[in-house]
């Protein structure tokens, strides 16, 4: 199975500082068709997941601009330009090239 | 909008079964991959089974393969999950989600408790 490291796993943040979580893929992140399904996810307490980038760096409809992601192959970045309150919560990467697809552990964002 | 609603989960015996479904409204549900994916409490998220939109494509993860079947009645806008032999490390909470490979929308997740 690909396993998807992330880090760090915790992630205290100041107000309106950035932050920037990595994920790290066991192998190529590459699928036939040529796309690349690395998918970022946000999951806020008690909630369910919500996807904010696909396909390494698409954010979205009505995710905010400061989330953006980027990489390729077997690293990739998910970056908040400046955090606000409303983005405590969990984040995952997954993985939709290799079945099993798969997930990251997640990194937890909390405010210091 | 695009909504996925679960029902089915609830408490049930080691060794028992349960059936899970997920209604779909707000896209046309015959034209899309439909998944099954668990989160145990305080855990992480885990895949346990895909299916095609006409049912011809059917996949499983290997924890799940042989007592889990996954179906779907695309006139009825609905996704199943039969989940059979049931154990405690299948206690988690159960989300139904569109195109597996993008996970563009979920479920708000159904509970499945499995206790004596």
């Known amino acids: 199975d690909v396993v998807l490291t992330q880090s760090p796993l915790s992630l205290p943040v100041t107000l309106g500082q950035p932050a920037s979580i990595s994920c790290r893929s066991s192998?190529?992140?590459?699928?036939?068709?040529?796309?690349?399904?690395l998918n970022w996810f946000q999951q806020r307490p008690g909630q369910s997941p919500r996807r904010l980038i696909y396909?390494?760096?698409n954010r979205d409809s009505g995710v905010p601009d400061r989330f953006s992601g980027s990489g390729s192959g077997t690293e990739f970045t998910l970056k908040i330009s400046r955090v606000e309150t409303e983005d405590v919560g969990v984040y995952y990467c997954?993985?939709?090239?290799?079945?099993?697809?798969?997930f990251g552990p997640g990194t937890k964002v909390e405010i210091k | 909008q695009v909504q996925l609603v679960e029902s089915g989960g609830g408490l049930v015996k080691p060794g028992g079964s349960l059936r899970l479904s997920c209604a779909a409204s707000?896209?046309?549900?015959?034209?899309?991959?439909m998944t099954w994916i668990r989160q145990a409490p305080g855990k992480g998220l885990e895949f346990l089974s895909y299916?095609?939109?006409?049912?011809?494509?059917?996949i499983y993860a290997d924890s799940v393969k042989g007592r889990f079947t996954i179906s779907r009645d695309n006139a009825g806008n609905s996704l199943f999950l039969q989940m059979n032999s049931l154990s405690a490390e299948d206690t988690a909470i159960y989300y139904c989600?569109?195109?597996?490979?993008?996970?563009?929308?979920w479920g708000q997740g159904t509970l499945v408790t499995v206790s004596s």
């Open positions: 989600a569109k195109s597996p490979r993008l996970l563009d929308y």
């Open positions: 997954m993985q939709g090239t290799h079945w099993p697809f798969t």
């Open positions: 396909k390494v760096s």
């Open positions: 192998q190529s992140l590459v699928y036939g068709d040529g796309n690349t399904y």
């Open positions: 299916i095609g939109n006409g049912a011809d494509t059917i």
């Open positions: 707000g896209f046309t549900f015959s034209d899309y991959y």
